[in-house]
């Protein structure tokens, strides 16, 4: 099971190595990064595998929202079955 | 690695452009409850429906936390209560009430099924039923009401028709403390489906298993967003636009679907392809309508544009899940879409124009409000027109109008949340109160004979 974990907002230092921190805290493997800076804007996306993360999803997802809201950016994490499904046949 | 642009694409459109699930219903069949004893009926009723969905809210909004995709509503159907309680002499309220206790119990916001399908008559327990919606209506919040008054198959009940008009008004008249909202939550159909998710029309089929899952998606303001970065396209290519948007939406549907009926272990029934409104500013089939190129929504063209529209979400979302069914189609309720508001209350949007775009789309006169003294017999009239449409065209239509008792063309009902406000539209005050007391029934039409 993967999880899809996207990073939106102004550009600052670190938010790539916060990000990564909790989810290796969460035992959240890492498979993926792709980010981009684009003027002053920051997105990241980042597919991790959460097979045998250490917490419930819902608890990763809200410590990561709640990362983004102290960073001021926006941090979604979804299960990546819904991006399969809508974007291919 | 899945595309970064298919991944910001669809966050957008759930955060910016109002995507979401509209509803997951849960049908549960009622059949296993007959009794003569109304009493212990209600007592097998309330422990079946409790039993069946105690974990549909919550396996609901675990699913929501998944995907990231809001689940607006958990709601409930149920076999048309006129079945049930025709077994017992008692009056059939005391089923509402017990439907309102199970609703609350399993956290839903609206259940619904107390409903009779009378296409071609009464049967025991029909007209006792009918009668008692109005009381049902008042006395409960969350129950909601239907009545099957014509068929393709059968032609049109008028009785039935005359009777309707006056329940309309009924419904209305005894909540007018609560803004006439009893008359919100009651559906005259033709041609009504058995696995209809949405409410107020839902109720759970003979035909359906025990319990199932059906799904109903949204999504006007993510095709919106979609055709406003073709403002020269040509209408073909506007076509494909929709159908790709509809067949993204729809796959959410169904995924939503499948994992619900996964968790919940009930079968899952079918996706309703449609694109349903919510007041919420970018949430509306009349701005689609708008964005195609009408000044505003009610002027010429509004028809074809929704002609258009309503096929291409079908087109769009057929392949994007493994069953449909419900009304699937653009839904065009007034008081719940702000563009639809907005053309009531600039006069460019009349009851008549509305009733010609319902041949075209699903599903028919829905959320109007009509001025609070109409007579029941023009309510009738206006139930058999609607219902004329449906029988004739093969299709589904049905007519939710709110007598707004004690208000006048130019007042305004406000219900809040997600049924709206509407604006009183004016009414065709001539009288059909001679056809509407001939009673008996339309014929069927000659297309009904296939075989």
Not at chain 2, 38 to 63: F, Q
Not at chain 2, 71 to 99: E, G, Q
Not at chain 2, 184 to 205: I, Q, R, S, T, Y
């Amino acid at each position: 099971m993967r999880a899809v974990i996207t990073v939106v907002g102004k550009d600052a230092v670190g938010i790539l190595a916060k990000v990564s921190t909790i989810c290796s805290e969460c035992n959240a493997n890492v498979c993926e990064v792709t980010q981009s800076v684009l003027q002053d804007m920051f997105a990241m996306v980042m597919l991790v595998d959460i097979t045998s993360i250490s917490v419930a999803f819902s608890d990763l997802q809200d410590r990561l929202s709640a990362l983004g809201d102290s960073l001021g950016l926006k941090i979604h994490t979804m299960h990546e079955d819904i991006f399969n499904t809508m974007h291919s046949i | 690695m899945i595309n970064v642009y298919d991944i910001l694409e669809t966050i957008r459109m759930i955060q910016d452009e109002c995507l979401d699930i509209r509803t997951i219903t849960m049908g549960i069949s009622l059949l296993d409850c007959i009794d003569s004893d109304i009493d212990r009926a209600c007592d097998k009723v309330y422990d079946k429906i409790t039993r069946c969905a105690k974990d549909l809210v919550r396996t609901g909004e675990e699913i929501e936390k998944d995907y990231g995709i809001p689940i607006i509503n958990k709601r409930l159907s149920v076999t048309p209560i006129a079945m049930i309680s025709a077994a017992s002499d008692s009056s059939p309220v005391k089923f509402a009430l017990t439907m309102e206790r199970a609703a609350k119990e399993c956290g839903v916001n609206l259940i619904g099924g107390y409903s009779a399908l009378v296409p071609k008559g009464f049967s025991a327990g029909d007209e006792r039923l009918i009668r008692s919606i109005p009381e049902a209506l008042a006395s409960t919040s969350c129950v909601c009401s239907s009545v099957n008054i014509g068929s393709t198959r059968t032609g049109i009940n008028m009785d039935a028709v005359k009777l309707m008009g006056q329940i309309v008004r009924e419904s209305a008249e005894a909540t007018v403390d609560d803004r006439c909202f009893g008359a919100a939550k009651l559906v005259v159909f033709c041609n009504a489906v058995e696995d209809n998710p949405f409410m107020a029309g839902a109720f759970h089929g003979v035909g359906e298993p025990d319990c199932i899952i059906n799904v109903g998606v949204s999504g006007p303001g993510v095709v919106r967003s979609a055709l406003a970065k073709y403002p020269d396209a040509d209408i073909n290519q506007l076509a494909d636009i929709i159908k790709k948007t509809a067949y993204k939406i729809t796959r959410v549907g169904q995924l939503v679907g499948v994992r619900a009926s996964e968790k919940l272990g009930v079968p899952f029934g079918i996706v309703d392809l449609s694109l349903a409104p919510t007041p919420a500013v970018g949430d509306s089939v009349a701005y689609i309508l708008e964005e195609m190129g009408l000044e505003k929504c009610g002027c010429a063209g509004t028809t074809a544009c929704l002609a258009m529209l309503n096929d291409a979400v079908k087109k769009g979302g057929v392949m994007a899940c493994s069953r449909i069914g419900g009304l699937s189609g653009a839904f065009i309720p007034v008081s719940e879409d702000a563009g639809m508001i907005e053309a009531a209350r600039s006069g460019s949007l009349l009851i008549e124009k509305l009733e010609a775009m319902t041949a075209v789309c699903s599903v028919g006169l829905d959320m109007i409000v009509i001025p609070g003294d109409t007579p029941a017999e023009v309510i009738s009239g206006i139930i058999a027109d609607e219902a004329a449409i449906g029988m004739v065209n093969n299709k589904t239509t049905a007519v939710r109008v709110i007598p707004a008792i004690g208000c006048r063309v130019g007042d305004e009902l406000d219900w809040g949340g997600l049924f709206g406000k509407g604006p009183v539209m004016p009414v065709n005050t001539n009288s059909p109160a001679r056809f509407i007391n001939r009673g008996g029934q339309i014929p069927a039409p000659l297309h009904s004979l296939k075989n």
